[in-house]
T-cell receptor, first 113, second 116 residues
Framework: NAGVTQTPKFRVLKTGQSMTLLCAQD?????MYWYRQDPGMGLRLIHY???????AKGEVPDGYNVSRLKKQNFLLGLESAAPSQTSVYFC????????????FGSGTRLTVV | DQQVKQNSPSLSVQEGRISILNCDYT??????FLWYKKYPAEGPTFLIS?????DKNEDGRFTVFLNKSAKHLSLHIVPSQPGDSAVYFC???????????????FGRGTQLTVWP
């Protein structure tokens, strides 16, 4: 089925460990985004990309890095995980810069202990 | 500082009645607002939007009202159904250099529970 796939769905990390969250879309979308959702905080934009090879910072980029080497994939990296990064991470994509057609993945639940 | 505020974390409504979810915003430059719906273990899905040149937009059982002078919008669901039970997020575009690039501010969400 077409859409946005996030890998893994769940993960537990120890403080200081690193990991990469993968987001893959098969809709040929140009724009991709990483958001995090925390209890009582709504969704906040971490990083985004407006096309292959591009990345930019969002509202809360500290502690994260991203890469968009292929158009269909947007990777979110945590170099040294901290308990404050315990969250649910959502990836989204869209075809162009308009406001419709935002497709979200089902999320990755990350716990840092 | 939150640009988009949803001050009610939860709302409980009986099936068949009206559900009213509220959202306030601080930036008068916002020219577009969206509502997203989220079920547990799923990503948010787009529900309905409204442009600032309108004060109402309707789509089936869902209507969004915008009061620009009060910087307030509301989502009305009539009649409410148990399948509407979900978290509802209000969102507005993040502008930088005159462009949003599709980025959004989200409110904290309101958990709607519709009981039979």
């Amino acid at each position: 089925n077409a859409g946005v796939t996030q890998t893994p769905k769940f993960r537990v990390l120890k403080t200081g460990q690193s990991m990469t969250l993968l987001c893959a879309q098969d809709m040929n979308h140009e724009y991709m985004y990483w958001y995090r959702q925390d209890p009582g905080m709504g969704l906040r934009l971490i990083h985004y990309s407006v096309g292959e090879g591009t990345t930019a910072k969002g509202e809360v980029p500290d502690g994260y890095n991203v890469s968009r080497l292929k158009k269909q994939n947007f990777l979110l990296g945590l170099e040294s995980a901290a308990p404050s990064q315990t969250s649910v991470y959502f990836c989204a994509s869209r075809k162009d810069r308009g406001l419709y057609g935002y497709t979200f993945g089902s999320g990755t639940r990350l716990t840092v202990v | 500082d939150q640009q988009v505020k949803q001050n009610s974390p939860s709302l409980s409504v009986q099936e068949g009645r009206i559900s009213i979810l509220n959202c306030d915003y601080t930036n008068s430059m916002f020219d577009y607002f969206l509502w997203y719906k989220k079920y547990p273990a799923e990503g948010p899905t787009f529900l309905i939007s409204i442009s600032s040149i309108k004060d109402k937009n309707e789509d089936g059982r869902f209507t969004v009202f915008l009061n620009k002078s009060a910087k307030h919008l509301s989502l009305h669901i009539v009649p409410s159904q148990p399948g509407d039970s979900a978290v509802y997020f209000c969102a507005a575009p993040i502008y930088e250099g005159g462009s949003t690039l599709g980025r959004l501010y989200f409110g904290r969400g309101t958990q709607l529970t519709v009981w039979p």
